[in-house]
């Protein structure tokens, strides 16, 4: 059974940061990549950021100039994916969820609120 347990959310000014983690139970096996998506009140669940296993990333449109490249980031010997988010904007409020894709299925955290006031 895979586990994932976000962190790191909260309320923060517009402008402001915050840095978003997500730890995976089970070994790494199988594991192609972990992704970061949010889902606002009455829309979609969206990608945010994505790392693949081999360290490529991949961002939506909606943060790229805001979050660099390596805003997302991933330590492998602990199977844990990091997002640190800059520039914040109120339209970034969501909740944020981590994902991670083991051997073709996708697993999900809980999520975790963030909260951007102007």
């Known amino acids: 059974q895979v586990q994932l347990v976000e962190s790191g959310g909260g309320l923060v000014q517009a402008g402001g940061s915050l840095r978003l983690s997500c730890a995976a139970s089970?070994?790494?096996?199988?594991?192609?990549?972990m992704g970061w998506y949010r889902q606002a009140p009455g829309k979609q669940r969206d990608l945010v950021a994505f790392i693949s296993i081999g360290g490529t990333t991949n961002y939506a449109d909606s943060v790229k100039g805001r979050f660099t490249i390596s805003s997302i980031s991933r330590d492998n010997a602990k199977n844990t994916v990091f997002l640190q988010m800059n520039s914040l904007k109120p339209e970034d409020t969501a909740v944020y969820y981590c994902s991670e894709n083991r051997w073709g299925y996708d697993y999900w955290g809980q999520g975790t609120q963030v909260t951007v006031s102007s």
């Open positions: 089970g070994s790494t096996s199988g594991i192609s990549g």
